[in-house]
């Protein structure tokens, strides 16, 4: 039961450069999220899709593209890095209301 | 816009002694969630507990319970005969009725010590 699942768990990147992180769920949820994690500030969102087809932008949009490729995939882009972006990133899902998240394992995204 | 405030950076307790994390919220809505996850150094995002607004009664799993004082807006977390895997961060979470966004407070590093 692999529950969610993102890739890559550790990346540096050159200021500029560009890469998708990449998330996919098992558990049939309808709605993903992307959350950046930075010391003191909790974890913000990002985007979010609350169905297949849908995204919407959350509390901190700007420099980042997502796609919700089908049900079980929500991918993240940075299109042109920055060394604000450097942070750790979640996704997650859930199917709603009472039963709260479910993480994948984060990304540690630096961005030098 | 809803906020989740927790007042303490940082907290240690002794092992099997109990401690109790502070989480304030403010809303203007009645129908809401809360619910308290732990972060390991593992950095894997875990469910503690969870609480539904228009519960009065206060959850309970295992060690872990909450003071729910839906009035204060105050939803504190209790770990009881606290055990050295409790280290952790703790993070304070809100999500008004019907939506799925979660806001997060900015969370508690506790320190269990032997």
């Known amino acids: 039961n692999a529950g969610v699942t993102q890739t890559p768990k550790f990346q540096v990147l050159k200021t500029g450069q560009s890469m998708t992180l990449q998330c996919a769920q098992d558990?049939?949820?309808?709605?993903m999220y992307w959350y950046r994690q930075d010391p003191g500030m909790g974890l913000r969102l990002i985007y979010y899709?609350?169905?297949?087809?849908?995204?919407d932008k959350g509390e901190v949009p700007n420099g980042y593209n997502v796609s919700r490729l089908n049900k079980r995939e929500f991918s993240l882009r940075l299109e042109s890095a920055a060394p604000s972006q450097t942070s750790v990133y979640f996704c997650?899902?859930?199917?709603?209301?009472?039963?709260?998240?479910?993480f994948g394992s984060g990304t540690r995204l630096t961005v030098v | 816009a809803q906020t989740v405030t927790q007042s303490q950076p940082e907290m240690s307790v002794q092992e099997a002694e109990t401690v109790t994390l502070s989480c304030t919220y403010d809303?203007?809505?009645?129908?809401?969630?809360l619910f308290w996850y732990k972060q390991p150094p593992s950095r894997q995002m875990i469910l503690v507990i969870r609480?539904?607004?228009?519960?009065?009664q206060n959850a309970t799993e295992n060690r872990f319970s909450v003071n729910f004082q839906k009035a204060a807006k105050s939803f504190s977390l209790k770990i009881s005969d606290s055990q050295l895997g409790d280290t952790a961060m703790y993070f304070c979470?809100?999500?008004?009725?019907?939506?799925?966004?979660?806001?997060f407070g900015t969370g508690t590093k506790l320190q269990v010590i032997p």
């Open positions: 979470a809100f999500m008004k009725g019907g939506y799925q966004k979660v806001t």
């Open positions: 997650a899902s859930d199917r709603g209301g009472y039963y709260g998240y479910t």
């Open positions: 609480q539904e607004a228009y519960k009065q």
């Open positions: 809303t203007s809505e009645n129908n809401y969630y």
């Open positions: 558990m049939n949820h309808n709605s």
């Open positions: 899709s609350a169905s297949e087809g849908t995204t």
